[in-house]
């Protein structure tokens, strides 16, 4: 069992080590549970959890699946909560892949894209930003119809100017957001993390809403 020594600060704070904070995938604003037996031993849990960027990530597909499961009141709530965190354990986890994935060369400038080739993207005056595709979103990208392909190159550039401009789906650790576009009646999204100190934009999933939900839960 490993043991970590903090120290009480004159108002009573503690500071938690990095590696406990990485253990508990704590966030900015979570709360922590101490619990004492009757011997005076100290047992430390992860309480309430600050998720409100996440208010909206999916929530009606995972309430849909939890009433379909029979779940209701503090039940609904907890599972409800309880699966947005994983949502975001796993968008953080498809970060630090990405990213490793980009420094190792395994990464495509979207320009560069044989996908979107054959859209005359050429035009689109580049931003500040680098944005390059994943193994993952290359994939993603070649399961797409044409109609749907010809909106991305109008997107990506959007995202090469300001990328900080939409909504931020927040893990713990990693600046990830998601931009919405519309093909014919249907909603699709592109999924990217933001490496700001590299002018970095990696996209980690682009698709259709619920399939993007249903490969993250995958993951999962």
């Excluded at 406990?20 to 619990?35: H, I, R, V």
């Excluded at 992860?46 to 499961?69: K, N």
């Excluded at 993207?121 to 044409?146: C, F, M, P, W």
């Amino acid at each position: 069992m490993e043991t970590y020594r903090v120290k009480v600060g004159a108002e009573g704070e503690i500071i938690l080590p990095s590696e406990l904070q990485k253990l508990f995938g704590l966030a900015a604003e979570d709360s922590l549970d101490l619990c004492v037996d009757s011997e005076g031993k100290v047992f430390v849990r992860t309480a309430e959890r600050s998720v409100g960027p996440l208010s909206d990530f999916f929530e009606d597909l995972i309430i849909g699946e939890l009433h379909g499961a029979g779940c209701s009141g503090d039940e609904l709530k907890s599972k409800l909560l309880e699966r947005k965190l994983k949502l975001s354990t796993v968008l953080d986890r498809m970060s630090e892949e990405a990213h490793r994935a980009h420094k190792n060369a395994q990464s495509v400038k979207w320009r560069k894209a044989q996908t979107l080739a054959s859209f005359n993207q050429e035009k689109e005056i580049q931003g500040s930003y680098n944005l390059v595709l994943t193994t993952r979103s290359i994939h993603d990208l070649a399961v797409l119809q044409e109609k749907e392909l010809q909106e991305i190159p109008a997107v990506f550039s959007r995202l090469e100017q300001d990328p900080l401009a939409f909504k931020r789906l927040k893990g713990p650790y990693y600046e990830t957001y998601r931009v919405s576009f519309r093909s014919g009646s249907k909603e699709y999204r592109v999924v990217y993390t933001i490496f700001t100190q590299e002018s970095l934009i990696v996209v980690l999933t682009v698709g259709a809403r619920e399939a993007i939900y249903a490969n993250l839960n995958g993951i999962a």
